[in-house]
T-cell receptor, first 112, second 115 residues
């Protein structure tokens, strides 16, 4: 089945720890995005990548990092510099930049 | 600057009622794209519709319909004969012209349909 997978579903982070959220797609999409959702809020853009080996900061990139070494994968690392990481993280992809974005099931990150 | 406003934070209806979710947008672009997504309790965003600024025809898909009016910068979403399975948060979004064409989302409208 074609789609976007995110893992884990829930992730717990300790103080000072870096954690990595996985996002994989088998749709052969070029563009991938990471959004953050806080309760009662819309989604905010963290990072995006329009093509392999290239990515750009979004509106709230501080405390996050990404890589795009493979077309199908766009992992997000939440570093210790992100002081308020508790949120729901959604990964999306589209055939090309500007095309309709499709979303994965999300990862909920909680701080211990 | 772009902005999407969904003024209705929460709506509660009884099953079989019709309900309209409002979306007002702001953009200076002459060409733009609007979207609606559904977020059920599971969390995943489900794509519902994409509409470009050149196509003002209303769209109907089963019990769902969309009313796009450029004159009032609105893109409203109506569910006819609502069902319990329609309970979700609904987001309206506007595609950016920069940032890789990422989406600017409204804050969402939480719809609760009770039996």
């Amino acid at each position: 089945d074609g789609g976007i997978t995110q893992s884990p579903k829930y992730l717990f982070r300790k103080e000072g720890q870096n954690v990595t959220l996985s996002c994989e797609q088998n749709l052969n999409h070029d563009a991938m995005y990471w959004y953050r959702q806080d309760p009662g809020q819309g989604l905010r853009l963290i990072y995006y990548s329009q093509i392999v080996n290239d990515f750009q900061k979004g509106d709230i990139a501080e405390g996050y990092s990404v890589s795009r070494e493979k077309k199908e994968s766009f992992p997000l690392t939440v570093t210790s510099a992100q002081k308020n990481p508790t949120a729901f993280y959604l990964c999306a992809s589209s055939m090309g930049a500007g095309e309709t974005q499709y979303f994965g099931p999300g990862t909920r990150l909680l701080v211990l | 600057a772009q902005k999407v406003t969904q003024a209705q934070t929460e709506i509660s209806v009884v099953e079989k009622e019709d309900v309209t979710l409002d979306c007002v947008y702001e953009t200076r672009d002459t060409t733009y794209y609007l979207f609606w997504y559904k977020q059920p309790p599971s969390g995943e965003l489900v794509f519902l519709i994409r509409r470009n600024s050149f196509d003002e025809q209303n769209e109907i898909s089963g019990r769902y319909s969309w009313n796009f009016q450029k004159s009032t910068s609105s893109f409203n979403f109506t569910i006819t004969a609502s069902q319990v399975v329609d309970s979700a948060v609904y987001f309206c979004a506007l595609r950016r012209v920069n940032s890789g064409y990422a989406l600017n989302f409204g804050k969402g409208t939480s719809l609760l349909v009770t039996p």
